[in-house]
């Protein structure tokens, strides 16, 4: 599912872009008290869903641990562990982002001290051996050109018995089989014209404004595929979640309006996705566990 020609360049050039496109406003003019405010929201958001940076992320004994998350995105989940009394480091191959990041540790002052965001790439961390409490990342190591590297990378860097808290996309899915594979890769045919990276080109715009760069890698793993990239781990926990009815592609938008009416919205998706999340049903929940497009995992560095 990797396209040959992909390069570091082309990665950072798709993030940066949609960082733009979702964020940016967001970002400009956000406020102490609104971040603080948004902070509450998104660890509400996330114990509803039961998302691991609620469930196998432990908030509750965050406080001085060496937390280093890699690919932050616009910061918000790394500013909730921070809230937590969390030493953070934030690693994202776009600078954007990585700013957007380190602003949230700023507005933060205080409540935040010692954290900080740099640019920098997941295959190349520029750390010592062993030394992180808790590696954690949500739906990064997919993106990149070798996950694998990624994985040994984020091994080398936590302390024995250490923790990473990963998420990376699962292929046996609602979303993989159904939304990608066949109504967008065969009837779309996606997968005849788009080549061999056909995944990355169909997933993850989301963006406000209309997509002008095309997202080069995006893998989706089986059970077995994770065991292989944790080798090295001990004590590794799967759990499936994330199911979305409006995602199916075209009849989704219907389904979303609905939704929105049915069930509302939560603000706790602002930080994360530049919007409201629209609040899932209970059977779209219970379907997350059976064919979500989520693992959550946790591994332990042996040690
Ligand atoms: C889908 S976004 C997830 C953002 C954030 N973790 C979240 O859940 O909102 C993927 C993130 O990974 C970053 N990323 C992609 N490849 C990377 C790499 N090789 N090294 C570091 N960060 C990378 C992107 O810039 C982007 O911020």
């Given at each position: 599912m990797v396209s040959e020609t992909a390069t570091k360049d082309d990665i950072r050039r798709f993030w940066t872009s949609l960082y733009e496109s979702l964020y940016e406003d967001v970002d400009r003019d956000l406020t102490r008290e609104q971040l603080f405010r948004s902070l509450e929201d998104l660890e509400d958001m996330f114990r509803f869903r039961g998302h691991m940076a609620a469930v196998e992320m432990p908030l509750a004994e965050l406080a001085g641990k060496r937390v280093l998350e890699i690919g932050p995105g616009a910061g918000g989940h790394s500013a909730l562990f921070a809230r937590h009394g969390a030493v953070m480091t934030a690693v994202d191959i776009s600078f954007d982002r990585a700013r957007a990041t380190d602003a949230k540790f700023r507005l933060m002052d205080d409540a935040a001290r010692g954290c900080q965001a740099l640019q920098g790439d997941t295959e190349n961390l520029p750390f010592a051996d062993g030394s992180f409490d808790i590696v954690y990342s949500n739906?990064?190591?997919?993106?990149?050109?070798?996950t694998q590297r990624a994985l040994d990378e984020a091994f080398r860097i936590l302390k024995p018995g250490g923790r990473a808290v990963i998420m990376l996309y699962c292929k046996s899915s609602w979303q993989y089989w159904f939304n990608i594979f066949l109504c967008v890769g065969i009837l779309q045919g996606r997968i005849f014209r788009d080549g061999p990276n056909w995944v990355g080109r169909a997933t993850e715009w989301g963006g406000k404004k209309a997509q002008t760069v095309a997202n080069p890698i995006t893998r989706c793993y089986s059970a077995s595929g994770i065991k292989t990239l944790f080798h090295r781990f001990r004590d590794v926990t799967l759990r499936k979640r994330e199911f979305y009815f409006y995602l199916i592609p075209k009849l989704g938008r219907l389904y979303r309006r609905y939704q929105i009416r049915r069930y509302g919205t939560h603000p706790g998706g602002i930080l994360v996705y530049g919007e409201p999340w629209p609040i899932q049903s209970p059977l779209e929940l219970k379907l997350g566990e059976i064919m979500g497009f989520a693992w959550f995992i946790s591994a332990r560095k042996p040690g």
């Amino acid at each position: 599912m990797v396209s040959e020609t992909a390069t570091k360049d082309d990665i950072r050039r798709f993030w940066t872009s949609l960082y733009e496109s979702l964020y940016e406003d967001v970002d400009r003019d956000l406020t102490r008290e609104q971040l603080f405010r948004s902070l509450e929201d998104l660890e509400d958001m996330f114990r509803f869903r039961g998302h691991m940076a609620a469930v196998e992320m432990p908030l509750a004994e965050l406080a001085g641990k060496r937390v280093l998350e890699i690919g932050p995105g616009a910061g918000g989940h790394s500013a909730l562990f921070a809230r937590h009394g969390a030493v953070m480091t934030a690693v994202d191959i776009s600078f954007d982002r990585a700013r957007a990041t380190d602003a949230k540790f700023r507005l933060m002052d205080d409540a935040a001290r010692g954290c900080q965001a740099l640019q920098g790439d997941t295959e190349n961390l520029p750390f010592a051996d062993g030394s992180f409490d808790i590696v954690y990342s949500n739906g990064v190591l997919h993106h990149t050109l070798d996950t694998q590297r990624a994985l040994d990378e984020a091994f080398r860097i936590l302390k024995p018995g250490g923790r990473a808290v990963i998420m990376l996309y699962c292929k046996s899915s609602w979303q993989y089989w159904f939304n990608i594979f066949l109504c967008v890769g065969i009837l779309q045919g996606r997968i005849f014209r788009d080549g061999p990276n056909w995944v990355g080109r169909a997933t993850e715009w989301g963006g406000k404004k209309a997509q002008t760069v095309a997202n080069p890698i995006t893998r989706c793993y089986s059970a077995s595929g994770i065991k292989t990239l944790f080798h090295r781990f001990r004590d590794v926990t799967l759990r499936k979640r994330e199911f979305y009815f409006y995602l199916i592609p075209k009849l989704g938008r219907l389904y979303r309006r609905y939704q929105i009416r049915r069930y509302g919205t939560h603000p706790g998706g602002i930080l994360v996705y530049g919007e409201p999340w629209p609040i899932q049903s209970p059977l779209e929940l219970k379907l997350g566990e059976i064919m979500g497009f989520a693992w959550f995992i946790s591994a332990r560095k042996p040690g």
